[in-house]
């Protein structure tokens, strides 16, 4: 067999943002190049000339083909297609011209507009593709009664999908319950995100202090959590709320004039740039999200020591959280369960500590160490063995 490193191709919209995907990408791209000593390149379409969120290793290449799909963002839907059908074609064209140029082993699509025509790329390469949300929310469109070309690209675009699926080499996805929602696929593994740091202390669970971090947006049901600490505040007079993240609060505060929550207690904060510290000085985390694809902040808050109050939403929390054991899940959408789970604990220091300590030691499996070893055997099953 050749002693050669193995070649990576990531192929993802931007690095500039910081979101969820860019974070893992990012981190085991970081730990490919550096531990394993793969060649490892990323392929993006977007933020030509931003600075990368995440810090990247000096070892990885980045190729930026500049199409600009954002351009796409603001336009209605027919104005989207006349423009969005001229730089699919031209992205198709140049990632052929770079996988062919780098000749990787192994190419991993994120699964955005790339596995429409990825698998017809004949590079010589493996193709992957990794799902980071669960499938009922993956593209989701929502029904419209009057717009009848929406829905029918909506029901055309689902159905070709699964087709592009069943031709990569693998299609890698979170959780078992996510396997189990692709029931038409055969090449299905399953992969946990890793977790994107192990912090340097944890928290001494002393200040009453509940947290919550996620983008300001519907799916993660901050609505929900107000509803719930509406109740909770009553009956915990002393502990109090921070929410942190991205995005518009106006609907949020509006609901909190109209639930009569103290916003002395209960504060909407903008994004932090030190989540550790947050966490290391709260005593509670909780996710009030309607779905997940995985639910890294539940990851990360429990390497903080954090007990975690979660949905039962789909399906990244019951991956995370041992019931009962470092944490709490509750009734999917019941604001009234989400603030019962959180009495519990805010009343009962001993359980709180006790889950601490479970939360610090169950969170090893999700290490960069653990995770990338899993990867480094699938990469190993699907390409080294053929090299022999």
């Known amino acids: 067999m050749e002693n050669k490193p193995l070649k990576i191709v990531y192929c993802t919209p931007a690095l500039y943002l910081a979101g969820g995907m860019e974070r893992v990408v990012t981190l085991k791209a970081n730990y490919f190049a550096d531990y394993y000593g793969y060649d490892v390149t990323i392929i993006i379409t977007e933020g030509k000339g931003k600075p990368y969120f995440y810090p990247l290793s000096d070892k990885i290449k980045v190729v930026n083909l500049d199409i600009n799909f954002e351009k796409l963002w603001n336009c209605g839907l027919l104005k989207r297609i006349l423009i969005y059908l ?104 399953v992969i946990p995100n890793p977790s994107p740091f192990m912090p340097s202390q944890v928290s001494p669970l002393t200040e009453k202090r509940v947290i919550a971090v996620g983008r300001y947006s519907h799916e993660k049901g901050f609505d929900l959590l107000l509803r719930a600490w509406a109740e909770v505040e009553k009956q915990c007079a002393d502990w109090y709320l921070d929410i942190y993240g991205d995005g518009d609060t106006t609907s949020y505060k509006e609901l909190m004039d109209e639930l009569g929550i103290d916003k002395r207690r209960c504060r909407l904060n903008g994004r932090t740039n030190d989540v550790e510290y947050e966490y290391c000085h709260s005593s509670l985390f909780v996710l009030s999200s309607r779905f997940e694809g995985f639910g ?51 009343e009962n220091d001993t359980k709180r500590v006790a889950m601490s300590i479970a939360a610090q030691r169950n969170v090893q499996r999700f290490s960069i160490d653990e995770i990338a070893q899993q990867w480094k055997c699938l990469f190993d099953e699907i390409v080294i063995n053929t090299r022999q």
């Open 296 to 346: 890294m902040v539940i990851v990360e808050a429990m390497a903080c020591g954090l007990p975690v109050v979660a949905f039962d939403c789909p399906w990244g929390p019951r991956a995370i959280i041992k019931e009962g054991e470092d944490g709490i899940l509750a009734e999917k959408g019941n604001p009234s369960a989400l603030a019962k789970g959180l009495i519990c604990l805010m």
């Open 86 to 189: 001229p730089k699919q074609y031209r992205y198709k064209r140049l990632l052929k011209r770079e996988l062919m140029r780098i000749r990787p082993d192994i190419t991993v699509s994120m699964l955005r507009r790339e596995i429409n025509f990825i698998n017809e790329i004949k590079d010589g390469s493996k193709k992957i593709g990794e799902m980071h949300i669960n499938r009922a929310n993956f593209r989701k469109f929502e029904a419209e009664k009057h717009n009848f070309i929406k829905n029918l690209f909506a029901r055309f675009w689902s159905g070709s999908l699964v087709s592009h699926l069943k031709k990569l080499d693998r299609f890698v996805v979170l959780t078992e319950k996510d396997r189990e929602a692709w029931t038409e696929l055969d090449n299905v593994e």
